[in-house]
């Protein structure tokens, strides 16, 4: 497993990890933990294109994925859930922690322009009881990610 602490360091990633009592395994659960609308707990979502790619969606909790429109703008025919093993493999985080940065090789990251009204949101912090507290437009510059509507 992938140390995302040692990642932010190393990255110089504006961000904080914040440890909580009990593992979050759903946005809602760590929104209430945390006092705050479910929209500001940023969802990872790891995706396998049809073309093999693995890619990271991240939008906010409230939403759920368009799988067409991340096609789209993935610029490929269809994509769908990776499965826990390769998710795993490829991002090195366990489901329910993973994180929407710091895995151990580069992700396309697409995140859903729906991130960018919150001034700061949550994500999974490489472990069920761990966040990450980061700004979207911090997670923009450290994944060099791609901005675009893939929510509903």
Not at 13 to 18: F, G, P
């Amino acid at each position: 497993m992938v140390d995302l602490k040692d990642f932010l360091a190393r990255e110089g990633v504006d961000a904080q990890l914040i440890e909580l009592q009990v593992p979050m395994k759903t946005a809602d659960a760590a929104a209430q933990q945390l006092g705050i609308p479910v929209g500001g707990i940023f969802k990872s979502l790891v995706l396998r294109a049809d073309t093999g790619e693995v890619l990271v969606a991240v939008l906010p909790g409230d939403k759920r994925v368009d799988f067409k429109a991340v096609a789209r703008v993935a610029g490929c025919a269809k994509v769908s859930f990776a499965s826990e093993d390769l998710a795993f493999q490829e991002t090195g985080y366990p489901p329910g922690g993973t994180p929407p940065l710091g895995y151990p090789k580069p992700l396309r990251v697409i995140l859903d322009e729906a991130v960018l009204q919150y001034p700061e949101g949550y994500g999974g912090g490489g472990r069920p009881e761990l966040l990450l507290r980061i700004r979207p437009q911090e997670l923009l510059r450290v994944t060099k990610g791609t901005l675009g509507c893939v929510s509903r």
